[in-house]
T-cell receptor
Framework: IAGITQAPTSQILAAGRRMTLRCTQD?????MYWYRQDLGLGLRLIHY???????GKGEVPDGYSVSRANTDDFPLTLASAVPSQTSVYFC?????????????FGAGSRLTVL | GQNIDQPTEMTATEGAIVQINCTYQ??????LFWYQQHAGEAPTFLSY????GLEEKGRFSSFLSRSKGYSYLLLKELQMKDSASYLC??????????FGAGTTVTVRA
């Protein structure tokens, strides 16, 4: 079934540790995104990539980095995790050449930083 | 940046109609989206408006007024499975999508 796969589903992490959240899509979408979702704040854009080889900063990029080496993969790295990065992280992709450019979301990765 | 406002919670009875309002202020506008998100799941696409007016899709309709910075999502013939969070999202002039905090709809029997 075509879609987006995120890993891990859930992770508990000690503060200061490095963590990479993985995201892979098989829809050949050119654009990919990382959002975090916190209660009362909704989904906030962390980083995005309009095409392989390019990335951009969203609303809350500090403490996070991304890379887009190919079309399918868009990993999100926390270089040194802090408790405020406890959240649910959603990866999404879209075909920006289509009119509506609808985002398709992965199932999410729940991260707890202690 | 974006400022997107929607009510936090709404409750309605099975079979009834509920209207979820969304107001926004944007730097540029390239479309308004509604997503549905069940607890513990990913958001899924419901509707898209880029021009003023009403878009109807079965039991769900979405309305947009660009001059007023206003949209609503209308859910008709409510079913228990419609209990979820409904997210209003706006695409800005740079084609980035920003979300409101979401409206939790509870459908009661």
């Amino acid at each position: 079934i075509a879609g987006i796969t995120q890993a891990p589903t859930s992770q508990i992490l000690a503060a200061g540790r490095r963590m990479t959240l993985r995201c892979t899509q098989d829809m050949r979408h050119n654009a990919m995104y990382w959002y975090r979702q916190d209660l009362g704040l909704g989904l906030r854009l962390i980083h995005y990539s309009n095409t392989a080889g390019t990335t951009g900063k969203g609303e809350v990029p500090d403490g996070y980095s991304v890379s887009r080496a190919n079309t399918d993969d868009f990993p999100l790295t926390l270089a040194s995790a802090v408790p405020s990065q406890t959240s649910v992280y959603f990866c999404a992709s879209s075909d920006s050449s289509s009119g509506a450019n609808v985002l398709t979301f992965g199932a999410g990765s729940r991260l707890t930083v202690l | 940046g974006q400022n997107i406002d929607q009510p936090t919670e709404m409750t309605a009875t099975e079979g009834a109609i509920v209207q979820i309002n969304c107001t926004y202020q944007t730097s540029g506008f390239n479309g308004l989206f509604w997503y549905q998100q069940h607890a513990g799941e990913a958001p899924t696409f419901l509707s898209y408006n880029v021009l003023d007016g009403l878009e109807e899709k079965g039991r769900f309709s979405s309305f947009l007024s660009r001059s007023k910075g206003y949209s609503y999502l209308l859910l008709k013939e409510l079913q228990m499975k419609d209990s979820a969070s409904y997210l209003c999202a706006v695409r800005d002039g740079d084609y980035k999508l920003s979300f409101g905090a979401g409206t939790t709809v509870t459908v009661r029997a």
